[in-house]
């Protein structure tokens, strides 16, 4: 069921970008290393999420997911940092959500 697995993908994105981001906040922005706390359970989270994907083999799973990934980071500029994606993100991301819907979705020979 496609729509299940591009509900983990988001989701596990999200997890991904927070938990990293937790982390640059300690170490680039100057925050409390309390915040490596929510950064590791976002991770391991991030990490879970990613073997709902409907696949059988991982490397198929992580490949596909990093269409959905930079997406989901180029909304994160957008939201979280204020920086709009200009046409070249948009391009840039189109191409690799066709590319993880080829990985995931593409028909394969028993």
């Known amino acids: 069921m496609p729509g ?55 490397g198929r799973a992580y490949a596909a997911y990093g269409g959905i990934y930079i997406l989901s980071a180029l909304g994160w500029l957008w939201v979280a940092e204020g920086v709009r994606p200009d046409r070249w993100d948009v391009i840039g991301v189109g191409f690799c959500l066709v590319g993880a819907a080829v990985i995931l979705w593409g028909p394969r020979t028993a």
Do not use: N
């Open 4 to 58: 299940f697995t591009i509900a983990a993908y988001v989701g596990a994105a999200i997890a991904e970008i927070a938990g990293c981001f937790a982390f640059w906040a300690w170490l680039r922005l100057g925050k409390s290393p309390l915040w490596l706390v929510p950064g590791v359970l976002l991770l391991c989270l991030f990490a879970w999420l990613l073997t709902l994907a409907e696949t059988d083999q991982a």
